[in-house]
């Protein structure tokens, strides 16, 4: 990030009036998400603080151990599904952030919230068929 860069940010990160966009007390997630305004869910004129992508990943990787439970118990299913399985759910992302990254087209948020279900749910999944092989 250069210099520019930073300057642009700052500017994204303050609203018309001034005053900050994004709150204090969501700095912690930082650590977990670049929160950057342009790429959040808005609410009450305000972004969320954590990216559209974000927003949906976590919680589809709790989803996903929940439902990988009773279905790799059930199912017996194997290893080379899960695999196959896992890198199919990682592609979307894999793409979407690759094509955004070089510049070939621009994302949206409504496409990154979707790519990040599909991958949280393959997480979700994996580490489940793992901890139950495991264990």
């Known amino acids: 990030m250069n210099e520019n860069d930073s300057v642009l940010r700052s500017k994204m990160t303050v609203n018309d009036l001034g005053g900050p966009i994004v709150d204090d007390r969501c700095r912690s997630l930082r650590i977990a998400c670049h929160g950057d305004p342009d790429r959040c869910f808005w609410l009450r004129g305000r972004p969320l603080p954590l990216c559209s992508r974000c927003t949906t990943f976590y919680p589809s990787i709790l ?17 080379l599904i ?35 279900v599909l991958s949280g749910f393959g997480i979700g999944g994996g580490i489940t068929y793992m901890m139950t092989t495991i264990f």
């Open 82 to 116: 899960v695999l196959i399985s896992f890198i199919l759910l990682q592609l979307p992302l894999v793409i979407d952030g690759f094509t955004q990254y070089n510049g070939w087209r621009r994302s949206n948020n409504v496409l990154r919230a979707v790519t990040g």
């Open 63 to 79: 989803i996903g151990l929940v439902l990988g439970i009773p279905l790799v118990i059930t199912l017996e299913i194997s290893a």
